[in-house]
């Protein structure tokens, strides 16, 4: 048997904790699989004495967590601690620069510093990894760096945070509203005090940006990422998608073109025979359109404790079993700096909703600021659902660029017409 | 740049022109992402003068395909010939004797020979790798075999045949029958013009005892699955199950349980909100439900030039990359040899389909050998549809064990108010 793979936990909360029962739970399996034994020698987190419900006597306690990635005795060090900057991106640093492997959750330092971390990495030769960084327990990165390896990418695209989709399917089952829906998620623990990022999209975008640069062989581009989150959906959006036979799903889309890379963020409207419309609740899934392999599907449990365990040791098993490979799928000297694609360029059709005062000449005023924009219309509706005394419009556009759209709701702002802020949402294709 | 990774291909049928094609329009790309080129040096297979549409001039040809393992000048054998012995086995004996790589998509050869071979590529230090032999393009060896390697697997499944999916997806749609479709699918290529492999789940066993093997650390068992094909499937046993909220899906499944390893292939009742009957076409796919992960799934293309090609390359980007790794996920002397677990006493609700005359007592007879048997009835339907002047009575048992469906069928064995053979099916829960 092999020497053991030696390796410091930094960050004890669910993640960390999830790690240590993992590798506690399935021991004697890990060791067969990954070849020598995975022992945790080292861990350090903010709080020394909260009571993890887990024995954590048997590990070397280390107070100062950036001094993980000088100890001789380690091997890999496995961060948990989240936050693109500060502790964990010191940590990082200061781990691949010593030759140690980095594995790591967290997506938001590797979509704001993910280039310079694989250059360290590959200057050091030391293993930097990250499954659990997107889409949880799904072995989506594994999928694309490796398995997808032979395909050009032409869009990488899918449902990257739980939070989210678990929302947007309570709002669907229950015809209720969002803001209902979100508090309910917080009291249950499906949402964050300050929802923010996952809400407005942030989250998903930082793991957008990482599947695009391994997808299209670009340095990662979060500031790139247009994000839009669920915020303005309304259960009568959902209701309307349902009866056009839609389900509404907050989508991250990469897609590669003559024009550049494109990375968005956005609620879409998602048709029923497509796997996407299928994923409730706090799952997560992905799909990736390879020019041989055809459409891959991979969908499983997007966060919590036991599927990010699971990501996380599947890329220590890696370290263990020798598995190499640059982390973005090709060396970090070759990605290329991404040019951001104009989205007024991009050919679709939409789900436009309008609230109206309920009056002579509304309809007539939407509709010619379409027509002017040249804006083609597929279908009106207006069925008489009333929001706070308002009335709600529903288009289907036909295909066309979403520059006219975005024209035709320039010609449209600051109408007295309308009561609030149109919502617009692209139809995926 | 390190020097190229030199390949020898075996067999140039549509998966091997197929693997040309692909390195020949992604060269550039594989190159970056495989950190060297990846080159066919020699190529070998039975007629040297057909017309495949590629320039093999290029190549060197060799006439003796076994000659390929010895040549000094090749690093890895892609061997695509097929046929679980015969050329393709000599052929991956002497490969991974001398030492040199073999990646292969044949999944009859692994299911028959999995253990020996690894036994041989380990001797030889050489990688063995067959992501192609089981559901084409999708990754999902690797998903098991690394992907989910954190996790004690519960029970892997899916549809494993293309074949046999077109057939029930089109029967599914157009309402006809199973000699009618197969007949189409054959003329339009989807089907062989033997098709036994395919619709008797012969195929779908040598895959599904594969991935039992990487799942459950237990050797490649390909005669202790239980398969049965969709020969007996009607186009009324498919409305039947759509009216009860199911498709029907022929369905591979391994289970690791305190009675040994069950797997079987069998036409299965799938409700409508699992993934699995979301799955039409000629489209694959595979779940695997581990401790800490959950359920994780994946869908793709099963066959075809494309992802098979997709999946071959792809072993030959991770050899290139120095990818190593057991064949099977764990070193082939830890593999288990398994015990067969008896399906009798495995639990679950099932459908029943009984052909019988128009005559009063059937349904007497019928229900009087549930009860002696000990099958407790959920449903029980006769629409007085009827198949060549026979009735359809159609049955959903509650769970129970499957010995006493056995009994009951054994004691209707004979009785003259049947007119064929019963159709069993289990629904998947």
């Not at 609620?267 to 041989?292: C, I, K, M, Q, R």
């Not at 009333?386 to 449209?412: D, F, S």
């Amino acid at each position: 048997m092999a020497d053991a793979l030696r390796v410091a936990l930094a960050g004890l909360g669910t993640v960390g904790g999830g790690v240590i029962r993992l590798l506690d739970a399935n021991r004697d399996l890990i060791t067969r699989r990954a070849g020598r034994p995975i022992e945790v020698v080292a861990i350090s987190a903010r709080d020394r004495t909260r009571d993890r419900g887990i024995d954590l006597s048997r590990f070397a306690w280390v107070d100062d967590t950036s001094a993980l990635a000088a100890q001789d005795d380690v091997d890999v060090v496995a961060e948990m601690i989240g936050g693109s900057d500060g502790p964990a991106l010191t940590l990082a640093r200061a781990t691949l620069a010593a030759g140690r492997g980095f594995v790591t959750a967290n997506k938001a330092m590797l979509a704001h510093h993910g280039l310079e971390l694989a250059e360290l990495a590959e200057r050091g030769n030391a293993p930097l990894k990250f499954e659990a960084a997107v889409a949880g327990g799904i072995p989506v990165i594994k999928g694309l760096r490796e398995g997808a390896a032979a395909n050009a990418i032409g869009r990488v695209y899918g449902i990257l945070n739980g939070t989210c989709n678990f929302i947007l399917s309570k709002m669907e089952a229950e015809g209720r509203d969002f803001a209902e829906v979100l508090a309910e998620a917080q009291a249950l623990g499906y949402a964050e005090a300050d929802p923010t990022f996952d809400i407005d999209g942030i989250d998903a975008a930082h793991k957008l940006s990482i599947l695009a640069s391994i997808a299209f062989g670009t340095r990662p581009a979060f500031a790139a990422v247009q994000a839009q989150g669920i915020r303005h959906v309304l259960g009568a959006d959902i209701a309307e998608a349902a009866a056009l036979g839609h389900r509404v799903r907050l989508v991250g889309l990469a897609e590669a073109g003559p024009h550049g890379l494109f990375q968005r963020v956005h609620p879409h409207l998602v048709p029923f025979d497509h796997p996407l419309a299928h994923v409730t609740g706090s799952t997560n899934a992905v799909v990736a359109e390879g020019d041989h392999v055809g459409r891959l599907f991979f969908q499983g449990a997007g966060a919590g404790e036991g599927p990010t365990a699971s990501a996380v040791v599947a890329d220590l098993i890696d370290i263990a079993r020798g598995v190499a490979g640059p982390p973005f799928a090709m060396p970090a000297a070759l990605l290329a700096a991404p040019t951001a694609a104009d989205s007024g360029e991009r050919r679709g059709r939409a789900y436009l909703r309008f609230t109206v005062e309920d009056r002579v000449g509304v309809l007539a005023e939407i509709a010619a600021a379409m027509r002017d924009a040249g804006v083609s219309i597929e279908s009106l509706i207006q069925r008489g659902v009333t929001v706070e005394g308002h009335v709600l419009v529903a288009i289907v556009t036909h295909e066309g660029p979403e520059r006219c759209v975005a024209q035709a709701l320039e010609r449209l702002r600051g109408s007295q017409s309308l009561a609030g802020q149109p919502l617009w949402m692209p139809i995926l294709g």
